[in-house]
């Protein structure tokens, strides 16, 4: 049997509205048992009355009941007449109590926007103001017209009015030589997949516009097949990868194919020539180029290698591709020639550089020919003609061998 002490002890100083977490509740069993000197921590002797009021009958621990549940859950602010006599507020407890009330509460829902503060200004929807032509078409060959949205009149300069569902067909934009192209593409696509192609259209103004068209094959509530689909403006994109395109295999100088060009030329002429070996070439470069830049400036040289390729591009228009390969040296493949055929056409491009003055300049060029008849190496031959043309006095065509 514990040992029943009927001396009341001095309350603690802990006010039971504030709430107590478990750990301070066991704190406060602590000071209640160290007030017991005599008292052992494993077998001690129990008081009969809680140790924080002073009454009650204590069954387990230094707290009767009542005290034990306000101390845990706290009574409401205005319950001042159940707390026991002698209890003080702590400074800890106040500041317990300030921070709790600093607490700030999360903030309501806010209520959902109006459907019409949903909607974009002017009551367009949703649909009429995506980047690009949202259209709906037939399924057949010529894609015939069902919707399409107000920025087709960006793209063809035509207003969605004029697109009649059941008559109007968007194959008619395509321009003529995209034409085929499309009409495979949508051919080979499988009836689920989506389409996917960029091509021209033509805009009524008499321009062309490049459309990145992207469509999907679906079906309504009757089990009629449609084409949903965006045209999306890319002709600044288009222009300008043509623009890099166009770069990367021509001099922008003269605007004559560059060497890279020509190699590839060369690669496609070798392989179709064959057995045939019916290709020539012709190397030309400017006489004196050097001294028409020290005594006259850059830009005059620039002027005379501008002329230069602009005349022998016209001298061997129609049987030959021109190409400037670096500096004041230009080359002519032939297909079809043997070699005195090209001596012939190399000769009429030389007489057509010197027949007048070239910015304002007398400019001549010399001229090595070479056929494949002679050897695989059919440019490195063509050079070897070339310095003995400039060994025996310059303006001049001379064959190899």
């Known amino acids: 049997m514990p040992i029943r002490v009927e001396k009341h002890h001095q309350p603690l100083s802990r006010h039971p509205e504030d709430p107590l977490d478990d750990y301070a509740l066991k704190r406060l069993e602590r000071e209640a048992r160290a007030r017991h000197a005599g008292t052992s921590r494993a077998g001690a002797a129990r008081t009969s009355v809680c140790e924080l009021c002073g009454q009650g009958d204590v069954r387990w621990g230094s707290m009767c009941q009542d005290c034990r549940a306000r101390l845990l859950g706290g009574p409401p602010d205005d319950a001042q007449a159940d707390v026991p006599a002698g209890i003080v507020r702590t400074p800890k407890s106040r500041a317990r109590r300030r921070r709790e009330r600093s607490v700030i509460a999360p903030a309501p829902p806010q209520a959902a926007p109006p459907a019409s503060a949903a909607q974009p200004a002017g009551g367009m929807s949703l649909i009429q103001n995506v980047p690009g032509a949202i259209y709906r078409c037939l399924t057949d060959q010529a894609r015939t017209v069902v919707f399409v949205t107000h920025q087709i009149r960006s793209l063809t300069g035509r207003s969605p009015s004029e697109f009649r569902p059941g008559s ?116 030309f470069d400017i006489d004196n180029f050097k001294a028409i830049n020290d005594q006259h400036g850059h830009e005059r040289g620039d002027a005379a290698l501008i002329e230069v390729g602009r005349r022998l591009r016209i001298a061997f228009e129609g049987c030959g591709f021109v190409a400037r390969t670096g500096g004041e040296e230009f080359i002519a493949l032939l297909p079809n020639h043997n070699l005195a055929q090209a001596v012939v056409a190399a000769e009429l491009a030389r007489r057509a550089v010197e027949e007048s003055p070239v910015a304002e300049l007398a400019v001549c060029v010399s001229g090595g020919v070479s056929c494949l008849e002679a050897g695989d190496d059919l440019v490195g031959n063509a050079d070897t003609a070339l310095y003995r043309a400039k060994r025996e006095g310059r303006n001049r065509v001379v064959a190899f061998p």
């Open 168 to 283: 109007s067909r968007l194959l008619s934009l395509v321009h003529p030589d995209d034409v085929a192209a499309v009409t495979a593409g949508l051919a080979a696509t499988p009836e689920c997949a989506p389409f996917e192609a960029e091509y021209r259209v033509l805009h009524a103004d008499g321009s062309v516009r490049w459309v990145h068209d992207r469509a999907q094959t679906v079906c309504d509530a009757e089990n009629r097949r449609f084409m949903d689909g965006v045209l999306m403006d890319v002709t600044d994109r288009r222009v300008a990868q043509d623009e890099m395109a166009w770069l990367a295999q021509h001099d922008v100088l003269t605007g004559l194919p560059n060497r890279r060009a020509f190699g590839e030329r060369l690669a496609e002429e070798m392989t179709a020539a064959g057995h045939r070996r019916n290709l020539a070439a012709a190397v």
